[in-house]
């Protein structure tokens, strides 16, 4: 089950229904029954073209693009339908095209897919949806993701006989913070109405004027604010609704397309980041149906943002009396080691972000055994509660959490104020900071200046960078491999977009080298390889293999969960 | 068959629906009705047991009034009474608005108390405790006069609690429409009555009898016809089904309009007079002494029948076996069956007739600009075919017809008829497919290829 609740799975059928043969191109297949004929199609191979079907939405009916040839059993006088040697009925097939969003398999159900009068309602609608239609492909920004401009291709007459003015519309009109829509390109398939009636919740959109004048209008007064509001612009079939932050930046087909995740929240929500030379350009729900179905919220999607700031760190570097200076990775990596290895186990503390990934955390705990273990040195993770919508969002705003807990890295910051307090008593004189701001965690500046070893791995520069002996710099969540557990207990990997700026680093690259460099043992040099080491150590691991997690997770072992 | 100018012959005319409306001195008020005999059906009907009224709504063979002619008692057969425990509502659709068609209006205007009583009955066979007169919203008029009539019903316990000691309780409140065409279409005014946009549903599953408003089981029946089941309940019916025709019983409300010398509404039992007889005898014949050209049976959406046609018409002979019959347009009965036969539908029963004066083109440009007006908006095809073929009319109007435009028009037309959700999909290109089809030449003759025009105009 998603995370998401859909109000509507039209391409899932219940669990226990049972097959039913229907006739589909000639030919008698076996589908479950009540699946709607657009997915029985699509089972097969075969594309019902539509535009406002939507697996997840209410269906309604109006674009009449999968417009089919149905049959039905042909009946005998005593009205049972007549079956032929094979045990088949014979079928009649009606004259009028049927919707197939609307239209579910029952036992003996005829589709044509395409007949001369299904090749004809398709031309026609196409021939229709064009005719008002701007057509201003060069400029529209969903060139490369239009289905008006494929369908056109695909079953579009080729030319027009439009020869009439054309209806305009609203250019441009601003709906919401983060979404446009140009009124003149929509095709009115009420996809958006729909989603944000029936998912976000937020009933603000909708159709005004009659007729071929009909637009998409907002609500006077209101504006599309929901936090879910850029999942329209993905679903909308052609250019009416695009995103502020993507539209003309750069065209979908330039674009890297890969499969990884959300790490806004615990809840992992699937995503395919679009990358571009070194250079993240958006991220799209990627469809799961164990985690996100096909959504993601807003704030998770403009997630990316940081990993280009300005204030990136990229140069590895240690601190003298005349402020930082860049180092060589080897050399600065064992000028830590040493401080690290000098210091007395019981005073070295690690400060650890749970939106590392499992591979990451594991190499820490690895550094952690082998600079003296538990519970000598302390390690935690810093919580970041937000507060869940009920719908994707999580109220852990860390993605890896369960794995930092099941890693025995930290829980949610219960010995933050332990370690703040080792700090105060001198106890602990060594802190190494992964991927978070003490200060921001609550451990005041000038505590920070009484430790004698502070090593800062991070992103971005923050306070803690500013007071850091060694500023390592780590690589962000579009540049690293790696596994997370989300918090329904799926485990599911990060897979590498971009490559890390200037002279950092993945994360895991770096606490491999420094585990290397205090004579630990080889982990891996892989995410793959460092994987297989912790299933094979960590009991809640134990079965899953990188390979088998796929693109879509697995769930960890049931007694892990 | 009298010809022009001929004096009427009204006598003929059969007035049960509109027997009082036109009387002198008749007016809406409920006294006036009570004195005419008002609710004593209702008083009979509540004595019934609400299956057997529908029974005899059944042996009555009523057919509805709205325009597709739907067996008015099979309508309300589809509630299983037995199983339901839902809420069932009655609506009556006074939402008339096509062009050509003006009957209701009378009834609300100038007898609102039988279509009310005639409403009270219906919810009770069908054991709704809600009903809605669902009015245009144009039909400001007609809103306040409905509202009073129930008023006065309710002060008289006609309406209300335990109405007349029977047990039995109803409500009716007028809702007023938005003043679109498709709010009339039977989903389309359940939609709008329940606050949305008036887009019609796709059917199936939505049949109001099984899933109608608020997802209830719903009745949707005309003014007329609901006034019909208080005269069904007055008279049985059996005596009902044998008025007019088999298969057309009862009267049926014509409205003519257009180039007749009197145009009007009228009363005549179901096949019992001729098209001929209607227009020359009953409306005075053609206008200025000018020939008949055309005519639209069933109100505007309905296919035009041109003048000198003959159709070949299938019906059963007194023996009850088949038989073709060759048929003149002036000649076809009005009923339901002889003028579907014919090729057109007697629809809402709203005649439009237009003389050999007439510009064809200019007609359906004038009808084209109503449906593109009016529809919705929800299905493709119609949204933008209605849209085009307007533009398209417009042009020949205006002189810029291209060769090429007749044979679009009847594309455009051919792309829509049945591929929309609702019947206004078949509603605006239907009328474009016949006068195409029967007046091509007209069309031909708008239809000029660009040098020609530029010809013409030098030549001017």
Same mark, same amino acid.
């Given at each position: 089950?998603?995370?998401?609740?859909?109000?509507?799975?039209?391409?899932?059928?219940?669990?226990?229904?049972?097959?039913?043969? /229907?006739?589909?191109?000639?030919?008698?297949v076996e589908v479950p029954a009540g699946l709607n004929v657009i997915e029985v199609a699509r089972r097969f191979g075969k594309l019902i073209p539509h535009y406002c079907y939507h697996p997840k939405l209410s269906i309604s009916g109006n674009c009449r693009m999968c417009l089919f040839e149905m049959g039905m059993p042909k009946l005998g006088p005593d009205r049972k339908p007549i079956v032929d040697g094979e045990g088949h009925p014979e079928l009649q097939w009606m004259p009028r095209p049927q919707i197939a969003c609307a239209t579910t398999a029952f036992p003996g159900l005829g589709i044509r897919t395409s007949s001369t009068l299904v090749e004809s309602c398709q031309k026609g609608v196409m021939e229709f949806l064009l005719a008002n239609h701007p057509l201003d492909c060069p400029i529209c920004d969903q060139a490369g993701e239009c289905k008006l401009q494929e369908f056109a291709f695909d079953y579009g007459k080729g030319?027009?006989?439009?020869?009439?003015?054309?209806?305009?519309?609203?250019?441009? /009109?601003d709906i919401g913070p983060r979404i446009l829509l140009d009124d003149e390109r929509c095709i009115l398939c009420t996809r958006c109405i729909r989603f944000a009636r029936e998912l976000a919740g937020d009933d603000c959109l909708g159709i005004t004027e009659r007729g071929g004048y009909n637009r998409l209008s907002i609500h006077p007064e209101k504006r599309f604010t929901s936090n879910y509001s850029l999942n329209t612009a993905d679903i909308c079939p052609v250019g009416a609704l695009t995103t502020k932050d993507f539209r003309f930046q750069m065209r979908v087909w330039f674009l890297k397309e890969t499969k990884s995740i959300c790490v806004d929240c615990a809840t992992g929500c699937n995503v395919t980041v679009g990358s571009r030379e070194g250079i993240v350009y958006?991220?799209?729900?990627?469809?799961?149906?164990?985690?996100?179905?096909?959504?993601?919220?807003?704030?998770?999607?403009?997630?990316?943002?940081?990993?280009?700031?300005?204030?990136?760190?990229?140069?590895p570097a240690r601190r003298d009396e005349n402020g930082l200076f860049p180092g060589e990775w080897a050399l600065l990596l064992g000028q830590v080691a040493e401080a690290l290895r000098k210091l007395e186990p019981s005073s070295v503390a690690f400060l650890v972000s749970a939106r590392l990934t499992n591979e990451e955390l594991f190499l820490v705990r690895s550094l952690r055994d082998l600079l003296g273990g538990e519970p000598a040195i302390?390690?935690?993770?810093?919580?970041?509660?937000?507060?869940?919508?009920?719908?994707?969002?999580?109220?852990?705003?860390?993605?890896?959490?369960?794995?930092?807990?099941?890693?025995?890295?930290?829980?949610?910051?219960? @010995?933050?104020?332990?370690?703040?307090?080792?700090?105060?008593?001198?106890? $602990?004189?060594?802190?190494?900071?992964?991927?978070?701001?003490? $200060?921001?965690?609550?451990?005041?500046?000038?505590?920070?200046?009484?430790?004698?070893?502070?090593?800062?791995?991070?992103?971005?520069?923050?306070?803690?960078?500013?007071?850091?002996?060694?500023?390592?710099?780590?690589?962000?969540?579009?540049?690293?491999?790696?596994?997370?557990?989300?918090?329904?207990?799926? /485990?599911?990997?990060?897979?590498r977009a971009i490559a890390s700026p200037g002279r950092s680093r993945e994360d895991a690259w770096i606490l491999r080298k420094l585990l290397l460099a205090l004579g630990g043992e080889e982990p891996g040099q892989s995410s793959p390889e460092i994987f297989a080491k912790m299933a094979a150590t960590i009991p809640a691991f134990h079965g899953l293999t990188w390979a088998g997690l796929g693109d879509q997770g697995q769930p960890l072992p049931a007694e892990a969960r | 068959m009298a010809q022009d100018g001929a004096v009427p012959n009204p006598t003929r005319e059969h007035r049960i629906i509109l027997r009082y409306a036109d009387l002198p001195g008749y007016t809406p008020d409920i006294d006036c009705y009570l004195q005419h005999g008002g609710y004593q059906q209702l008083r009979k009907a509540l004595a019934m047991d609400p299956a057997a009224i529908v029974a005899e709504v059944k042996a009555s063979g009523l057919r509805g009034r709205g325009g597709a002619g739907f067996p008015t008692g099979t309508k309300w057969g589809f509630i299983d009474h037995a199983k339901?425990?839902?809420?069932?509502?009655?609506?009556?659709?006074?939402?008339?608005?096509?062009?050509?068609?003006?009957?209701?209006?009378?009834?609300?205007?100038?007898d609102p108390h039988q279509l009310i009583e005639g409403m009270i009955i219906s919810s009770f066979a069908n054991h709704a405790h809600l009903a809605y007169i669902y009015i245009r919203g144009e039909m400001a008029?007609?809103?306040?006069?409905? #509202?009073?009539?129930? !008023?006065?019903?309710?002060?008289?316990?006609?309406?209300?609690?335990?109405?007349?000691?029977?047990?039995?309780?109803?409500?009716?409140? $007028?809702?007023?429409?938005?003043?679109?065409?498709i709010c009339g279409e039977e989903t389309g005014l359940i939609e709008s009555l329940e606050g949305k946009r008036a887009y019609p549903r796709i059917k199936p599953p939505y049949f109001p009898a099984a899933l109608g408003l608020y997802l209830c089981p719903t009745i949707v029946n005309n003014v007329e016809t609901l006034c019909n089941v208080k005269h069904i309940v007055e008279m049985g019916g059996a005596a009902y089904a044998k008025i007019g025709t088999p298969n057309n019983t009862g009267t049926r409300i014509w409205c003519v309009?257009?180039?007749?010398?009197?145009?009007?509404?009228?009363?005549?039992?179901?096949?019992?007079?001729?098209?001929? #007889?209607?227009?020359?005898?009953?409306?005075?014949?053609?206008?200025?002494?000018?020939?008949? @050209?055309?005519?639209?049976?069933?109100?505007?959406?309905?296919?035009?029948?041109?003048?000198?046609e003959v159709y070949r018409i299938r019906r059963k002979n007194a023996a009850g076996a088949m038989e073709e019959v060759e048929m003149r347009l002036e000649d076809l009965p009005l009923?339901?069956?002889?003028?579907?036969?014919?090729?057109?539908?007697?629809?809402?029963?709203?005649?439009?007739?237009?003389?050999?004066?007439?510009?064809?083109?200019?007609?359906?440009?004038?009808?084209? !600009?109503?449906?593109?007006? #009016?529809?919705?908006?929800?299905?493709?095809?119609?949204?933008?075919?209605?849209?085009?073929?307007?533009?398209?009319?417009?042009?020949m109007t205006g002189g810029q017809g291209r060769p090429e435009d007749p044979q679009l028009l009847l594309d455009l037309a051919g792309q829509i008829a049945g591929r929309t959700i609702c019947a206004f999909g078949e509603a605006c290109s239907w009328p474009v497919e016949s006068f195409v089809a029967k007046f091509r030449e007209e069309f031909e003759s708008k239809a000029v290829a660009k040098e020609e025009q530029g010809r013409l105009q030098a030549t001017h």
């Open positions: 089950m998603a995370l998401i609740k859909n109000p509507f799975d039209h391409d899932l059928p219940p669990g226990d229904a049972r097959m039913v043969h /229907v006739h589909l191109d000639g030919e008698w030319r027009s006989r439009f020869v009439e003015e054309k209806v305009r519309k609203p250019k441009r /009109v958006r991220l799209t729900p990627r469809i799961n149906e164990a985690v996100n179905s096909h959504w993601m919220c807003d704030q998770g999607r403009l997630g990316f943002h940081p990993i280009h700031s300005k204030h990136r760190v990229l140069e302390l390690t935690e993770v810093v919580p970041r509660k937000g507060q869940a919508d009920g719908l994707l969002r999580s109220d852990d705003l860390n993605p890896n959490s369960r794995g930092a807990r099941i890693l025995g890295i930290g829980a949610d910051g219960e @010995k933050l104020s332990l370690l703040r307090q080792r700090i105060e008593e001198g106890r $602990v004189s060594g802190l190494f900071c992964l991927q978070e701001d003490a $200060v921001a965690a609550g451990l005041p500046e000038d505590l920070l200046g009484r430790l004698s070893v502070l090593v800062w791995q991070g992103i971005l520069v923050d306070k803690t960078c500013e007071k850091a002996h060694w500023v390592l710099p780590g690589a962000s969540f579009a540049e690293k491999n790696g596994s997370m557990v989300n918090r329904a207990g799926r /485990v599911q990997r990060l897979e | 339901n425990r839902k809420p069932v509502y009655l609506l009556c659709n006074a939402d008339e608005s096509e062009p050509g068609t003006f009957k209701d209006r009378q009834i609300l205007y100038k008029r007609g809103a306040r006069i409905l #509202e009073r009539a129930l !008023a006065e019903a309710r002060a008289k316990n006609f309406l209300g609690a335990n109405i007349l000691g029977s047990g039995y309780d109803l409500d009716i409140f $007028v809702f007023r429409g938005a003043g679109a065409y309009s257009g180039d007749v010398c009197r145009p009007g509404y009228f009363e005549y039992d179901g096949g019992a007079i001729t098209m001929g #007889e209607l227009l020359y005898d009953v409306c005075g014949g053609i206008r200025n002494g000018n020939r008949l @050209k055309a005519l639209i049976p069933g109100g505007s959406s309905a296919k035009v029948l041109r003048a000198g009923d339901f069956d002889t003028i579907a036969a014919s090729g057109s539908m007697s629809g809402s029963g709203g005649i439009i007739v237009m003389d050999h004066t007439r510009d064809m083109v200019e007609c359906l440009d004038n009808l084209s !600009a109503f449906y593109a007006h #009016e529809s919705c908006g929800q299905c493709t095809p119609c949204r933008e075919g209605a849209l085009w073929m307007r533009k398209v009319l417009d042009r």
